[in-house]
């Protein structure tokens, strides 16, 4: 047989990482935005119709292009900020990967023009679907002016995938915000179908906050600041009392980087434990400025998730920072610094081992497994519930031991063919129901209270996430299959989650016109309604916004998990209670729920004293 491998011309090449890049309006905002910064502009001027469908321009008073330069930036891989793979670790632009512009010149008709100060005129160039169309001298301003128009007009399965005008308008702010947040000293003005929709002036970091934020919340700030060998910590966190119950402004940035980092989101709820209530978010618009090289490159062009080195360290020293500060200002009138949990500012030593407070719990063990011979040792282990706490508790109560140690099987939660096994809870600590909506447990140190419904949450978003991943999901048919309606955008998203749906164990049969069969459910979910289930789930996912599999993943099993744990109102039996205690403790994150809100406090011996005396 011939030979049958080709190489793909360019401007294929280009449109399939166009994919990567680019997915909608806003990428395309970024993508030029973030280069007007990087040519040191100071003025930027982005000028929308449509939502970004019709037109996007992006005007700068940067450093401008040459002619040449200007003809090499469409080129794959060309880019002028980096040079070899050393300054990947000491980047200090927004860009390196030099794919954004041939990328976009993939998918639209794309204008160019831009002049360097030393030169007279200026070019222009004119590029459809990678194609160099024009290339001319002009008279323009010094900087670089960028017209995208018609995003995907030769990708038409991926124009249609766009959402409402609505939600790529808002996806466009929800970039420009976060660029904005990092760059007080450039002036941004957004004029959308020719009206000016948004200007924001250079100012300070704490005035921008309040140009985007609204004025009210100047007086919401508290400043934080703390450096360290690790790096530097500043910016500004919400007073307690201005907490919100919808949604709050959180944003954390590394090195001039928006990042997401649910982490170091706890170590900050953990600094207001207390302070407010578990409904309500502090807003917080924290800035980290670390070495570059203590941080993982991240190399995907559109994650936000990126990796510390020292991430254990930084945490706590993040969670005191904040608390110091709500202290300081005099936020808390009533925190006392010198309880026996405060924590303390720990003095960072480079070689010393910085103690953290970390969960040592082992994820494979199971309370009902038979025990190994050491297991017998005084050094079995406790609960694992107990071991949360071993920053409070350093010996062990070891009246529970036997129970850990007699041998039974491992009931599955709730099954029916278990409720009447012979658990002999007296062997077990004594759990308490509380208004049918909390798990109270004595420990050695206090009282603790777990909330039901939240636990339950975890436990089945650790598990669901897994099927999703592994694809292991039991499927169990159904004989008289649910018809399910799709709305339009329902339908749009489908594609995007049908695997991982699948992957959980529900069958869906496509019958036209948006109209699925369900025909297989998860085994697990028996009194669920599936139609209900899978609109939250698609739902959820179309909500979350993201292309991200991991992340759309992350959204389909927090929409079952919510759906499917037990609710508050339940009453749980003693054995109900066992179960899902020692199962949340086998869990990832047994103290939060994947959205980060408490499922687990400990009333203190001293708190409960103080309030007796
Ligand atoms: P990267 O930003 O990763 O280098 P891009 O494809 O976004 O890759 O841009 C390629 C190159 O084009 C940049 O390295 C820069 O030299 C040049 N460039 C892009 N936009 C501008 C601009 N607004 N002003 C000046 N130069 C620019
Ligand atoms: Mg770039």
Same mark, same amino acid.
């Given at each position: 047989?011939?030979?049958?491998?080709?190489?793909?011309? %360019?401007?294929?090449?280009?449109?399939?990482?166009?994919?990567?890049?680019?997915?909608?309006?806003?990428?395309?905002?970024?993508?030029?935005?973030?280069?007007?910064?990087?040519?040191?502009?100071?003025?930027?001027?982005?000028?929308?119709?449509?939502?970004?469908?019709?037109?996007?321009?992006?005007?700068?008073? !940067?450093?401008?292009?040459?002619?040449?330069?200007?003809?090499?930036?469409?080129?794959?891989?060309?880019?002028?900020?980096?040079?070899?793979?050393?300054?990947?670790?000491?980047?200090?632009?927004?860009?390196?990967?030099?794919?954004?512009?041939?990328?976009? *010149?993939?998918?639209?008709?794309?204008?160019?023009?831009?002049?360097?100060?030393?030169?007279?005129?200026?070019?222009?160039?004119?590029?459809?679907?990678?194609?160099?169309?024009?290339?001319?001298?002009?008279?323009?301003?010094?900087?670089?002016?960028? $017209?995208?128009?018609?995003?995907?007009?030769?990708?038409?399965?991926?124009?249609?995938?766009?959402?409402?005008?609505?939600?790529?308008?808002?996806?466009?702010?929800?970039?420009?915000?976060?660029?904005?947040?990092?760059?007080?000293?450039?002036?941004?003005?957004?004029?959308?179908?020719?009206?000016?929709?948004?200007? +924001?002036?250079?100012?300070?970091?704490?005035?921008?906050? *309040?140009?985007?934020? !609204?004025?009210?919340? +100047?007086?919401?700030?508290?400043?934080?600041?703390?450096?360290?060998?690790?790096?530097?910590?500043?910016?500004?966190? $919400?007073?307690?009392?201005?907490?919100?119950?919808?949604?709050?402004?959180?944003?954390?940035?590394?090195?001039?980087?928006?990042?997401?980092?649910?982490?170091?989101?706890?170590?900050?709820?953990?600094?207001?434990?207390?302070?407010?209530?578990?409904?309500?978010?502090?807003?917080?618009?924290?800035?980290?400025?670390?070495?570059?090289?203590?941080?993982?490159?991240?190399?995907? #062009?559109?994650?936000?998730?990126?990796?510390?080195?020292?991430?254990?360290?930084?945490?706590?020293?993040?969670?005191?920072? @904040?608390?110091?500060?709500?202290?300081?200002? &005099?936020?808390?009138?009533?925190? %006392?610094?010198?309880?026996?949990?405060?924590?303390?500012? /720990?003095?960072?030593?480079?070689?010393?081992?910085?103690?953290?407070?970390?969960?040592?719990?082992?994820?494979?063990?199971?309370?009902? &497994?038979? /025990?190994?011979?050491?297991?017998?040792?005084?050094? *079995?282990?406790?609960?694992?519930?107990?071991?949360? =706490?071993?920053?409070?508790?350093?010996?062990?109560?070891?009246?529970?031991?036997?129970?850990?140690?007699?041998?039974?099987?491992?009931?599955?939660?709730?099954?029916?063919?278990?409720?009447?096994?012979?658990?002999?809870?007296?062997?077990?600590?004594?759990?308490?129901?509380?208004?049918?909506?909390?798990?109270?447990?004595?420990?050695?140190?206090?009282?603790?209270?777990?909330?039901?419904?939240?636990?339950?949450?975890?436990?089945?978003?650790?598990?669901?996430?897994?099927?999703?991943?592994?694809?292991?999901?039991?499927?169990?048919? @159904?004989?008289?299959?649910?018809?399910?309606? +799709?709305?339009?955008?329902?339908?749009?998203?489908?594609?995007?989650?049908?695997?991982?749906?699948?992957?959980? !164990?529900?069958?869906?049969?496509?019958?036209?016109? &948006?109209? =699925?069969?369900?025909?297989?459910? #998860?085994?697990?979910?028996?009194?669920?309604?599936?139609?209900?289930?899978?609109?939250?789930?698609?739902?959820?996912?179309?909500?979350?916004?993201?292309?991200?599999?991991?992340?759309?993943?992350?959204?389909?099993?927090?929409?079952?998990?919510?759906?499917?744990?037990?609710?508050?109102?339940?009453?749980?039996?003693?054995?109900?209670?066992?179960?899902?205690?020692?199962?949340?403790?086998?869990?990832?994150?047994?103290?939060?729920?994947?959205?980060?809100?408490?499922?687990?406090?400990?009333?203190?011996?001293?708190?409960?004293?103080?309030?007796?005396?």
């Amino acid at each position: 047989m011939s030979d049958i491998i080709h190489l793909l011309p %360019d401007s294929i090449a280009n449109q399939i990482a166009a994919g990567e890049v680019i997915q909608r309006p806003a990428s395309v905002v970024k993508e030029l935005v973030e280069n007007s910064i990087d040519a040191g502009a100071e003025h930027i001027q982005i000028l929308i119709k449509g939502a970004g469908r019709s037109l996007i321009q992006v005007t700068d008073d !940067g450093k401008g292009m040459s002619p040449t330069d200007a003809r090499m930036a469409f080129e794959r891989h060309a880019t002028s900020k980096i040079r070899s793979s050393e300054d990947l670790f000491s980047l200090t632009t927004m860009g390196f990967r030099g794919e954004a512009l041939p990328s976009i *010149a993939a998918i639209s008709q794309l204008e160019v023009k831009s002049r360097q100060k030393e030169d007279e005129l200026g070019t222009l160039l004119m590029i459809s679907g990678s194609k160099l169309e024009k290339q001319e001298v002009v008279a323009c301003g010094v900087g670089t002016s960028i $017209s995208v128009k018609n995003i995907f007009f030769n990708v038409p399965a991926r124009r249609k995938f766009l959402k409402s005008n609505e939600t790529e308008r808002r996806n466009i702010f929800t970039e420009l915000e976060r660029i904005a947040l990092v760059h007080p000293d450039i002036e941004f003005v957004v004029i959308e179908n020719d009206i000016e929709t948004l200007r +924001l002036p250079k100012s300070g970091l704490r005035y921008r906050i *309040a140009q985007l934020e !609204g004025k009210n919340i +100047l007086q919401q700030l508290i400043e934080i600041e703390e450096e360290t060998t690790l790096g530097k910590i500043y910016g500004y966190v $919400s007073r307690p009392e201005f907490a919100k119950k919808t949604k709050a402004s959180q944003f954390f940035f590394v090195n001039n980087r928006f990042i997401r980092h649910p982490y170091f989101h706890r170590a900050v709820t953990t600094a207001f434990e207390q302070l407010i209530s578990p409904k309500e978010k502090p807003s917080y618009f924290i800035y980290f400025q670390v070495n570059p090289e203590s941080l993982d490159v991240n190399i995907h #062009p559109t994650k936000t998730e990126v990796k510390f080195e020292n991430e254990q360290a930084l945490w706590q020293i993040l969670m005191v920072t @904040v608390k110091e500060s709500l202290g300081k200002f &005099n936020a808390v009138p009533s925190i %006392d610094f010198d309880r026996d949990d405060a924590p303390e500012i /720990p003095l960072y030593d480079p070689k010393g081992n910085v103690s953290m407070p970390k969960v040592n719990l082992n994820p494979s063990y199971n309370p009902f &497994n038979k /025990p190994s011979q050491e297991t017998h040792k005084s050094s *079995a282990p406790m609960f694992e519930w107990e071991k949360l =706490y071993s920053g409070f508790e350093n010996e062990r109560d070891l009246q529970t031991e036997e129970a850990i140690e007699s041998d039974r099987s491992s009931p599955t939660l709730f099954k029916s063919e278990h409720s009447n096994s012979n658990v002999e809870s007296d062997l077990f600590p004594e759990h308490y129901q509380f208004k049918q909506k909390y798990i109270l447990t004595s420990v050695k140190s206090g009282l603790m209270i777990i909330d039901q419904h939240k636990a339950h949450v975890r436990i089945l978003f650790d598990k669901y996430l897994e099927q999703i991943k592994l694809n292991k999901g039991v499927s169990q048919r @159904v004989l008289f299959p649910d018809i399910i309606e +799709l709305s339009i955008s329902e339908a749009a998203a489908l594609p995007s989650v049908m695997d991982d749906i699948e992957a959980l !164990g529900f069958e869906l049969n496509n019958l036209g016109n &948006n109209c =699925y069969a369900i025909q297989g459910v #998860p085994s697990e979910i028996d009194n669920g309604n599936p139609t209900k289930l899978i609109h939250s789930m698609i739902g959820k996912s179309i909500e979350t916004g993201s292309d991200v599999k991991s992340e759309i993943q992350e959204s389909i099993a927090l929409s079952l998990a919510y759906s499917t744990a037990i609710p508050y109102g339940r009453t749980l039996t003693a054995e109900e209670m066992l179960i899902i205690v020692s199962q949340l403790f086998a869990t990832s994150t047994p103290s939060f729920t994947p959205e980060g809100q408490k499922i687990i406090s400990l009333l203190s011996d001293q708190e409960i004293e103080k309030k007796m005396h």
